[in-house]
């Protein structure tokens, strides 16, 4: 059974750079499935923030499309979000998913348990 | 980006009762070229992550009990939670995977009367 396990920061300033990994267990990336980010907050609930196959594929949302990078190590089989010049609005729960592996089977079918990212100075 | 706006906000169902959440997209889920709904249905409990129940409107994924059934085509969708228990007490949320982005519903919590 895969399970997922988002790492990094708790706090991050404002104007700096957020960095996330996901490291994937019980299966292996390379074996296919989309690799995502979703985060959560009370102000704009849960947002969509992008996802990569493990051949590079990467679709983002165009809100966030100029600041985050979606990264995949296939070697490490785990996954990382960059997201630059984050303000307080960047503060929420950020959860790495897996997405179904069809390419029209956009949700996700499993979820790490989330980490709180907080910005503030 | 299509909008996706769920309704009630909040619900209080006595146990063993129906609970009705509804779900409507800004434009169509309905894919022509496949006749399928791209909808999904996700419940999160306190404290945990979203777990994904349902997808294509109705397909309840595998271990998902069977009163919990998905409708609705095009714009207008339910979840219908039948016998409501005590651990299903949660939010839950619809997502649209018609496009990018993808978009979720701001959510329905699900209480016991």
């Known amino acids: 059974q895969v399970q997922l396990q988002e790492s990094g920061p708790g706090l991050v300033k404002p104007s700096e750079t957020l960095s996330l990994t996901c490291a994937v267990s019980?299966?292996?990336?390379?074996?296919?499935?989309?690799w995502g980010w979703i985060r959560q907050s009370p102000a704009k609930g849960l947002e969509w923030i992008g996802h990569?196959?493990?051949?590079?594929?990467?679709d983002y949302t165009p809100s966030l499309k100029s600041r985050v990078t979606i990264t995949v190590d296939t070697s490490k089989n785990e996954f990382s979000l960059t997201l630059t010049s984050v303000t307080a609005t960047d503060t929420a729960v950020y959860f790495c998913?897996?997405?179904?592996?069809?390419?029209?089977?956009?949700?996700?079918?499993?979820w790490g348990r989330g980490t709180l990212v907080i910005v503030s100075s | 980006d299509i909008e996706m706006t769920q309704s009630p906000d909040s619900l209080s169902v006595s146990l063993g009762e129906r609970a009705t959440i509804n779900c409507k997209s800004g434009q169509t889920l309905l894919h022509s070229f496949d006749n399928r709904n791209y909808l999904a249905w996700y419940q999160q409990r306190p404290g945990q992550p979203p777990k994904l129940l349902i997808s294509w409107a109705s397909t309840r994924e595998s271990g998902v009990p069977d009163r919990f059934g998905g409708g609705g085509s095009g714009t207008d969708f339910t979840l219908t939670i039948n016998g409501l228990q005590a651990e299903d007490v949660a939010v839950y949320y619809c997502?649209?995977?018609?496009?990018?982005?993808?978009?979720f519903g701001g959510g329905t919590r699900v209480e016991i009367k």
């Open positions: 998913a897996r997405r179904s592996s069809g390419y029209d089977e956009q949700y996700f079918d499993s």
């Open positions: 997502q649209q995977y018609f496009s990018i982005p993808l978009t």
């Open positions: 990569i196959h493990h051949s590079g594929i990467v």
């Open positions: 019980g299966f292996s990336i390379s074996q296919g499935f989309y």
